[in-house]
């Protein structure tokens, strides 16, 4: 079985997402499970760090798709760090960084929640 | 058949907590086979969407139904075939998604086939009527670039 | 200056564009006047074969989006072929994948265009 | 700074027709740089799409004005600075393009400054008050992928 796992932080006002290990229509429930979290304690500031994410299928980025617009309804935005060239492969061939912010380094998607006021 | 080394095939239920057997299986016999880490990556995963497909779709989501993966290798030709027993399928109008219109309707789907056709060189699907359901994903050895146009 | 040429050609009701050399923001109008020419005969099956195209940029870009709506909306389409990887990494890095349908040889572009019928 | 080996300057009238010639001198300037083919076409494009919209938007189309083109080569770094004195230009409002909202609209445009940002590593405006506009394009010679994601 897919082994994935998601580890929780937070700094300065936002919350990172560390991905780690294998995201497939089996573990994506649990990063829905997450943003689920997220949303309702109403944290719309999210970095999801993908660091250690070894794999992902349609089935994970599926899950980025259904709560985008509601984290941008409410002034925030998942912006994506630390990809693989492998993993952000996938990505590109759907057209994701047409629409969202993919980061080489976490930080630099910190800085752009700093420098962008909150709500 | 059995005898001929060439064609390897793996079982599996419709469970997508087997998709990572089939990845490996798939990854394996790619790397054997002399493909490069990215088109091996590219290859397992388009039969990740593949069997998700048929266990979401063609047997929406009963656990104990049964998909054949057979890998064919034949001169500079890496074919996977995937059978299963569910409903049917035609892709024909099956269109690009459109992410912007799933964002806005909170829509996680629509990406997989169109993913495997950017993935491999060829995707058909046949079916024989009350029979079973065929999809043939196709890599070429010598092809370049490792990701299709359509 | 650049140096850009464009080919007329049909065959089997389809309307067959070679393009050769460099399409940029100097040579985009060339392109523009062959399609305002093929839309004026009411020609809207039309294959544009970039297999002499060295060289593209957002300008020659431009010109496949500008005109496809009204090829569509007639039942017709444009559809690209015989691209270098050099030309297809542009369209695709603008997502054009996801919107046209463009094919490694010439001869499957006409296949589909044959296997639809006509309007 | 004229003596200085490391950076080479180009000049040319803000007309498409010298596009190529500045595609040439960049291609030239990263080749011997040591870029791959494929890193060598992205920074010549990406620099066309930067003069392009300088001859479009900043002088309007105004075909008598100039725009200084410099490379300069500092230790895994090629950096390409293009000087106009036309209209001045903040992208970071500059959202990526919508491809089927253009379609819809037969918009031919929105595509230059995204591209520019795919292709280079850094893409840097700014500008002094009264003088002068500088974009910066940087790519970093050991970095892969060869495309960016932002
Ligand atoms: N093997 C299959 N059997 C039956 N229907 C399928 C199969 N594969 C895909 N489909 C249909 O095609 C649609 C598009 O598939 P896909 O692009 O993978 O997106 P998703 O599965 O996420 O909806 C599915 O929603 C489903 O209706
Ligand atoms: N150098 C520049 N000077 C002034 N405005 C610019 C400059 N570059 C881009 N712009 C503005 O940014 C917009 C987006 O640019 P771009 O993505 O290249 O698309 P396009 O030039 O095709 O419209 C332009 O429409 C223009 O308003």
Known sequence: MADFKIHHREGEGVYIIDLKGYLDAHTAPDLETAFQKLLTEKKYRIIVNCRDLTYISSAGLGVFMAYIEDVRKNKGDIKLSNMSAKVFNVFDLLGFPLLYEIYTEEKEAMTKFKTVKAS | ?150
Do not use: W
């Open chain 2, 1 to 150: 058949m059995a005898a001929n080394p060439k064609v390897m095939t793996k079982r599996i239920l419709s469970q997508t907590g087997h998709l990572s057997e089939v990845r490996d299986f798939i990854s394996a016999a790619a790397g054997e086979f002399g493909f490069s880490e990215e088109d091996i990556a590219n290859i397992s995963l388009a039969v990740d969407e593949a069997c998700t497909n048929i266990i979401k779709h063609a047997y929406q989501n009963a656990p104990d139904k049964e998909i054949v993966i057979s890998v064919i290798r034949s001169k500079g030709n890496f074919e996977v075939r995937i059978v299963d027993y569910g409903k049917k399928f035609d892709p024909t109008e099956i269109l690009p998604p459109d992410l912007r219109q799933n964002m806005a309707h909170h829509r996680r789907g629509g990406l997989g086939v169109y993913l495997m056709k950017r993935l491999m060189d060829k995707v058909e699907y046949s079916f024989q009527p009350g029979k079973h359901n065929e999809v043939r994903l196709v890599k070429y050895l010598q092809k370049s670039p490792s990701v299709a146009r359509r």
